[in-house]
Structure formats: C-alpha cells, structure tokens
C-alpha cells in the first residue's frame, strides 16, 4: 500500500517535471513571439521547424503525438494553417482570432486560375500591427497557464511591443525617405507589409507558390517588365524559379530573395523582427537598382 502511494506520488512528480506546461507553436515567426513572450518562464517548441510554407503543411507522427501532448498549441487558425485543421482540439490558441487582428480580403485576380476557399488573405503576420496583436493573444492565454508569472509575462509582452513599434516606426521613415519603384512579386504573400508602409506590386506571378502559376500570369509580368513599370522581382526560398530564371535572363531584371518565414534564419526571439527588417531592406533594394 505504502510502496504503491509512494510510487504514484513519484510519477506525478516525476511527470509534473517533464511535461510541465509544454508550449508548441506551429510555425516560425509566430514561435519567434512567443518565445520572446514566455522568456525565463518556459521555452516554447516549435512543431514544423522545417516547414517552407503555410499553406502545405505535413505533421510526421512524432510532432502530431507533440502537439496532442503539449498542454498548449498557438497557431494562427484554419484560414492560415488549413492543413492543420485536422489535429486541432481544445488545448489549441487560435491566436488569429485575437479582434485586433487586421483581415484583408484576397486581392482580386483577372483570371481564375487559383483560388482559395477563403476570401481573405492568409498572410496575417507581415503587418507589424498584428504581430503586437498575436504578441497580446499569447500573453493573454500564457498569464492563465503560468498564473505565477504572468507579470514576468506581462514585461516580456510590453518590452517586445515597444521593439515591434520601433521597428514600425523605422521602416516607415525609411519608405517615406526613399523613391518608390514599380516592383513585380512570384507571390503574393506581401499585401499585408505593402499595406502598410503604402507599397503596391505592379505584376504577381502566383497566389500560392505550391500551386505554381499560369501562362497569362508569366504574359502579364513579362509585359511588365518589357514595359520598364518594375525596377526587380521578388522571390522566396522555397520557390522553385524556373520562370523567374528565364525573367531575370530575358530581361536583365534582378531577382531579389525575400524570406517571409524566415525559414533560412535560426528559429528564436530574434527571427520575427530580422525577417520583418529584411523584407524592408528586400523592398528598398529594389527601389535603389532603379527602373522608374
Ligand atoms: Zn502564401
């Protein structure tokens, strides 16, 4: 009888200490805030570290058994992350929901090549205002996980908004100090950042990368360029640019990498503000090479 209290006093010490409030995030730039939100109260895990995309996401068995044993999932809903759609359940944050989040609606396409069953545009996190937005999502949610240090939360929260604001506040002066060129994107991921610092992309190759593109889209940015209206393009990492190559020789255009997940930075605090930035650096590079 002793032994077996013992042994059950054991184990919920034991498993108090090894899973105690596990956080999983599901993608980079929002695991970026959380770990700065939860900084000296826990580390959050990152459940798709190697995912290039939202919108196709795998989760093998191992970061599926992950997320169904972590007492918290933050992600950013089913409009951002359909693919998992799937595993959520009632420990999963749908931080996307926080109604300081800004929507904007799908831009509107000439053609119908590719469609989304969603009428609203999935790249929430590249306007700075709703980082600050999903920042108070997860410090909300994580004050009632970790009730004891939901000050220290609180701090970590405050301290971050004011780097977000900072950042906000730089790269618009840095817009508004310099010319504005035409540009041309392979995707269209950006209407959030170009909302908000005034940007508007003259051609777009594709609305989802994986779904690749269509010949009007190619004819559409060709003419474009043959037009001298776009001083470069924008590409990604995980874009496969064999059209974008054949541009960039046709044209003598320049091919500028953005990296809107910051899939080829290191995963941490720092990765959702040094993608922000480079985005903006990205941009103003293009608009110094110069076409008018
Ligand atoms: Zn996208």
Known sequence: M?????????????SGLVI??????????????ATSVLEGVTTPI???????????????????????????VYWLGPLVEPELSTFQATHWVDVSLHPSVIWRPIRAWGDQDQSYTSTRDPHIWLDLENGKALVHAMAADAGTTFPDQASQINVNARNLIVRIEQ????????????????????????????????????????????????????????????????????????????????????????????????????????????????????FLDCFQRGKP
Do not use: W
């Open 167 to 282: 950042l906000d506040r730089t790269l618009a002066k840095r817009f508004e100090d310099s010319a504005r060129r035409g540009y041309a994107v392979s995707h269209d991921a950006y209407q959030y950042f170009e909302a908000r610092y005034g940007l508007t992309s003259k051609a777009i190759l594709s609305r989802d990368p994986h779904a690749g593109t269509s010949a009007f889209r190619v004819r559409l940015m060709a003419d474009a360029i043959a037009k001298a209206e776009v001083s470069c393009l924008f590409s990604e990492p995980a874009l496969s640019s064999r059209i974008l190559k054949r541009l960039e020789s046709e044209y003598a255009i320049p091919v500028i990498e953005l990296d809107p997940l910051g899939f080829a930075r290191a995963p941490g605090a720092e990765l959702y503000l040094e993608l922000i930035e480079a985005i903006g650096d990205g």
């Open 20 to 33: 105690a409030s596990t956080i999983v995030v599901s993608n980079r730039p929002l695991h970026s805030l």
């Open 46 to 72: 990152l459940l798709l570290p190697n995912s290039q995309s939202l919108h196709f996401q795998n989760l093998k068995p191992s970061q599926a058994l992950l997320a169904r044993d972590a007492d918290r």
């Open 2 to 14: 002793f032994a077996r209290l013992f042994s059950l006093i054991t184990l919920s010490v034991v």
